[in-house]
């Protein structure tokens, strides 16, 4: 190694000092800011000299190997009284703590020990583990004393412990940045436009800056995007890159990428580097009937003490997709899903959903800052990261979930639920929401003020369920866990409400309501997410205009914005704009003849598969009511609401080469993006809608918000996302270079100026509009 290899004390500990079960049973914790603020109630009962978060290092060296740095920071040093503190935050009685966990705790305090004995030249130290119960803030003292000689031998302990793992993994850095570094394009040629996307990619994570890449769909934008990165990766050097997609034929595209880049697996050609897809838990489980510990699950009973071998076995694979992860897991006898966390941190490449970096308890994000890693971020079909951030920072308060967990719960916590079931009737009343409403039709209400006294009480409701369940385990039921969860979720996004988020009231009945925190502005979110990567990709065929993603995704300052120029011609997709309908809400009943007579031309005119786009269900069976009385011999296929997959795949399937159809679908659903039909499985797409969100409370107040941060609620609101859906709908039409089709779009909205400013450039709408 011409280079030491650094690692966290809390990672080297993690991989020396855990033994025994996997154990995930409801255990009520503190939450990240109760821990933080436990450790600042700790250090402010010191004394004046106490040193609080006190930096550490130190070099391990042994023949053959360059050396291991080990770094962290020691929760406090009382220098007075010579002892050295690890303080850990819990609920409930310390004897209920697994020994793994306190191993775990004293391995930590005393690797930081030996640190400060060698900085500090001590010739011995007081340990002492700080257990802090945050209910009472009651401090558990447990110390003992210690050499520095005997501390420096449990240090070269873990080190050694580590040591063979550590150079494998310089090794394995090595190689795989020497293979990076003469990667090569694996095809002969770039296709039109995939080079110019390759190089501003590569130039972005060169300089460390976000880019803002709009390139059409046909092009391979995952592998124009994947190889520059790889490319540049040794040069930065990136420690992991994080492919990043909305849904799962993303991942899919995304590891077929990456197998054409690192050649074959049972070759020796193959480039030496790790692949990791990342998948969800319960998509993962082996035993979904099980609960997660080792009294009840075989695959985490033992699991600590089968995961070197495990860990080991995968690493030495390299291609880690879903079914090689658990088919390693199984070997061992150990949980796949869990592998794959572990094995997160030693991927070169992670592939998986944008949660794993962009949500409040983003996994990818987690390691990326407890391990300094340089990141790079690759975020495919980044038009939808608006929306799917919204959720991400949104909670909901259910007054029927709140009820069963009422129902559920023991008489000790009697006072609290009541307390919180008399906040929801003043809800109700300061909203005017007492009257139920009629069934079947819920009341909307926005409050103008967050409910302080609910979300106290829904804080108050948390706290007691937590220290109850953490004297009486035995009580903790699903429902009780459920509405601590909830209650829990929605009082810390309560503490970060501000004018990025909004609070409404939605009741469906007696007994049934709904108080939501809806994130409006997720920028002030994922901000920091994109300050922690090194560098930042989000590609997507819709990413205009850039200043709505740059505002909406707070977006470094110095983001780049790049179009690439579409390999299609307009010869290729004849656009036709209907001015003579019009599809407002108002005009909707009006507006079904002339819709089906489009439809019916268009498919006289030229037989083949159709797609028509509506903006609701409702709109969707009236027209398609009225195209099957008008012309029963078209065959004609439907959506239908809450289609399961079976469905859709049947639908999908309709679309073969050579047939004749057409399909009903609504705008911004299953088969509005995503879907592939090349050639003549697809020839043509009608849109009967702008794709506008309703006009409703919500948006209206969204709108408001957005206007008083930005300035352009309308836009923001309204007209952006609504024309996002509709390019993303056109674009099923034409896949490939050989692709013709037709895009009928009817509405007279249209043709105004704004609305085709939003419009892909190389469509031509002049030419080919009716009147």
């Known amino acids: ?49 106490y040193l609080a978060e006190l930096s550490l290092s130190g070099v391990y060296e042994e023949d053959g190997f360059a050396g291991l740095t ?4 020691a929760d406090g040093f009382d220098p007075t009284a010579n002892r050295l503190e690890e303080v850990k935050t819990h609920r409930g009685r310390l004897e209920r703590m697994a020994d793994n966990q306190r191993a775990l705790h004293w391995a930590q305090v005393k690797v930081y020990g030996a ?29 003992q004393d210690a050499t520095a000689d005997e501390l420096q031998a449990f240090f070269a302990e873990q080190c050694q412990r580590f040591l063979a793992w550590a150079q494998q993994e310089a090794d394995h850095r090595q190689r795989r940045d020497s293979a990076l570094q003469c ?3 694996p095809h002969a040629s770039f296709r039109p436009g995939q080079r110019e996307l390759a190089e501003d990619v590569y130039k972005a994570t060169r300089t460390g800056r976000c880019l803002l890449a709009q390139a059409p769909t046909g092009i391979g934008k995952t592998l124009a995007t994947l190889f520059p990165m790889l490319t540049a990766m040794p040069r930065q050097p990136l420690d992991r890159i994080a492919f990043l997609t909305m849904k799962t034929p993303g991942r899919r595209l995304a590891l077929d990428a990456l197998a054409t880049l690192r050649g074959r697996r049972d070759t020796v050609e193959a480039q030496p580097l790790r692949v990791l897809e990342l998948v969800a838990r319960d998509k993962a489980c082996e035993y979904p009937d099980r609960a997660c510990h080792g009294e009840s699950c075989p695959l985490a009973a033992g699991f600590y003490d089968r995961l070197p071998a495990a860990r080991e076995a995968a690493v030495a694979q390299q291609w880690l997709d879903r079914d090689a992860l658990r088919d390693v897991a199984l070997a061992h006898d150990v949980c796949p899903y869990y592998l794959g966390q572990e094995l997160a941190r030693w991927a070169d490449v992670i592939v998986g959903d944008v949660n794993h970096w962009f949500d409040s308890h983003a996994l990818l994000h987690g390691l990326a800052q407890a391990n300094d890693w340089r990141t790079g971020v690759l975020v495919d079909e980044a038009h939808n990261l608006v929306e799917r951030a919204r959720g991400m920072y949104s909670a909901e308060l259910d007054q029927q979930r709140f009820n069963r967990g009422r129902r559920a719960a023991p008489k000790a916590l009697a006072r609290p639920l009541e307390r919180l079931a008399r906040q929801w009737q003043a809800v109700f009343k300061e909203a005017g929401a007492e009257e139920a409403g009629e069934p079947g039709k819920p009341t909307y209400h926005l409050l103008t003020t967050l409910p302080d006294k609910l979300v106290s009480a829904a804080q108050q409701v948390g706290a007691a369920i937590t220290d109850h369940l953490g004297e009486h385990p035995e009580d903790a039921s699903l429902e009780l866990q459920a509405l601590l969860f909830e209650a829990l979720a929605f009082c810390r996004l309560a503490e970060r409400f501000g004018e990025h988020s909004l609070c409404d009231l939605t009741r469906y009945g007696r007994g049934r309501a709904v108080l939501g925190l809806r994130n409006l502005i997720p920028a002030d979110f994922l901000a920091p997410r994109f300050h922690t990567a090194r560098s930042s990709v989000l590609f997507s065929a819709t990413l205009s205009p850039a200043h709505y993603y740059r505002d909406l995704l707070g977006l470094p300052d110095n983001t780049v914005w790049r179009e690439v120029a579409s390999p299609f011609a307009a010869r290729q997709l004849e656009v036709h704009i209907r001015r003579d309908i019009s599809t407002r809400f108002r005009d909707r009943d009006a507006s079904i003849e002339p819709i089906v007579a489009t439809l019916a031309a268009q498919y006289q005119r030229r037989p083949g598969h159709y797609l028509a786009f509506f903006s609701s269900f409702a709109y969707l069976e009236a027209a398609l009511m009225r195209f099957r009385e008008v012309h029963p011999a078209v065959p004609v296929f439907s959506q239908t609401r809450g289609m399961p997959e079976a469905q859709r795949e049947a639908f999908l399937a309709r679309f073969t080469p050579g047939g004749k159809g057409i399909g009903f679908a609504v705008l911004g659903g299953a088969f509005a993006e995503g879907i592939d039909l090349p050639g003549d499985r697809l020839i043509g797409a009608f849109v009967a809608t702008l794709g506008l969100p309703p006009f409703n409370d919500f948006n209206e107040a969204l709108k408001a918000r957005l206007t008083a941060r930005f300035g352009q609620g309308d836009d923001y609101a309204y007209r952006i996302p609504g024309m996002i859906k509709v390019v993303q709908a056109a674009g099923r039409v034409i896949r490939s270079p050989d692709d013709e089709g037709v895009v009928v779009l009817m509405d007279d909205r249209f043709a105004q100026t704004g609305v085709r400013a939003l419009l892909p450039s190389w469509w031509q709408l002049g030419s080919h509009a009716s009147r």
């Open 115 to 143: 640190l400060l004995c060698a900085e500090r030249r001590l010739e011995r130290v007081t340990l002492s583990l700080v257990y802090l119960e945050i209910a009472s803030g009651k401090e558990t003292l447990i110390s």
């Open 1 to 49: 190694m011409s280079a030491t290899y650094r690692v966290a004390v809390r990672a080297l500990c993690d991989f020396t000092a855990r033994e025994g079960d996997l154990d995930h049973r409801f255990t009520p914790a503190p939450s990240a800011r109760e821990g933080m603020e436990g450790h600042t109630l700790v250090a402010s009962r010191r004394g004046d000299d």
């Open 70 to 73: 080990v770094t962290g920071r």
């Open 183 to 185: 990667l090569r394009f």
